[in-house]
């Protein structure tokens, strides 16, 4: 997996005791599948909330407890752990392990490995909201914040205890995204090859009303596009995301224009022009209902199903590849198909008027459509290339860096 940015990185995980722990579960395994090693400390209270039975099978590798354990310390001392990685995160990091990071405090294993490391650390706060408003937390998150300790979360929502507000733990998926702009700065300290592009992307399904509470739309996930973004927006592209609704959160680092119908995508991607770039990941609705209701459509006895005239979306990705002024200088799109993959998507390429197109086969037999894997090939002006099977992260990162030595070459050619 040599196309993830967080390949062979080695993350010290410090799992604190709190309700959100389960979700440390996922990050490990995220972390796993795009190639970091992950080592775990559980604090006393985790053991509470998950087992390390649970994170070790996950892990691959025992869980990292008690401060005097022996043979730990024979193994790997407490120095040796934090030394050893690349990055600490703390998730959840409980009201207390805040208080102990900012105070030195270095009671049990957790937070003695948090004050003998030399290295980032990133924490993931996850508490009662009036904890996490208290203010002796708000006094140790400046100090934390001044120290330099990153932090991701905590998000506002409904909490495990009925109450609502600020303190609940940033979802697994911004953990990942925060790790992996960590690392890619660290990959990029000048800005990333993409520095100074500027770059439009399309992703997720369009909703198209029908009435008020009632709409057409589609399967998408919205994945593909928003691992695109993550992953130009961490090779240094300004990065612009216009994305119909999904339930995933805002990459870091990038615009966000969250919109609902077709022709309200074009109007934001018109908006966001000029653009080096326009990558058409969305799976706009091809067809809208031609005057949707004012209100509610009411079932009356007796009389027959209302029949839904459609009319045609604009079409995005044509549009933006044939503009005479401000047209993007790679323009991509996407094939979706089920069935001669290949012969499909040259037609599509040159039908659309776009310079690449992305094919792959969404097939249900296949398992691409909201699924994490992705098998691609590239159609250019010059031919195919066959990419193999791979996570949708790992299919963005190489998109961006294809795109990166595309301008790179290009400048080199002036
Ligand atoms: N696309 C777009 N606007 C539309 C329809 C499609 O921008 N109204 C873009 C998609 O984002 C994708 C590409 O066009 O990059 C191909 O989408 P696809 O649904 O495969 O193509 P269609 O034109 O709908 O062709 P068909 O459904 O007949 O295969």
Known sequence: MAESILSGRRVLLIIGGGIAAYKSLELIRRLRERGASVRAIMTAAAHEFVTPLSVSSLSGDKVYADLFDLTDEAEMGHIELSRDADLLVVAPATADLMAKMAHGIAGDLASTAL?????????????NV????????????????ADGVDFVGPNEGDMACGEYGPGRMAEPAEILAAIEAHFAALAFPGGGPLKGKRVLITSGPTHEPIDPVRYLAN??????????????ARLGAETVLVSGPTNLPSPPGVTMTRVETAREMLSACEAALPADIAICAAAVADWRVASD?????K??????????MLVENPDILATLSHLTTNRPRLVIGFAAETEKVIEHAV??????GCDW??????????????????TVHLIT??????????????????????????FSTAKAAE
């Open 115 to 127: 004050l003998a490391t030399d290295k980032k650390v990133l924490i993931a706060p996850a508490m």
């Open 219 to 232: 399967r998408s996930s919205g994945k593909q596009g928003y691992a695109i973004a993550q992953a130009m």
């Open 347 to 352: 037609a599509k390429r040159q039908r659309k």
């Open 130 to 145: 009036r904890m996490w408003t208290h203010r002796a937390t708000q006094r140790n998150f400046e100090t934390l914040l």
């Open 299 to 308: 079932k009356q006895p007796g009389e027959q199903a209302p029949a839904l």
């Open 357 to 374: 197109i992305v094919a792959n086969d969404v097939s249900p037999a296949t398992g691409v459509m909201g699924g994490d894997l992705n």
């Open 381 to 406: 002006r010059e031919g195919q290339e066959d990419w193999p099977l791979l996570p949708k992260q790992a299919v963005a990162e190489r998109l961006a860096r294809r795109i990166a030595d595309h």
């Open 293 to 297: 209701a004012e209100q509610k459509l």
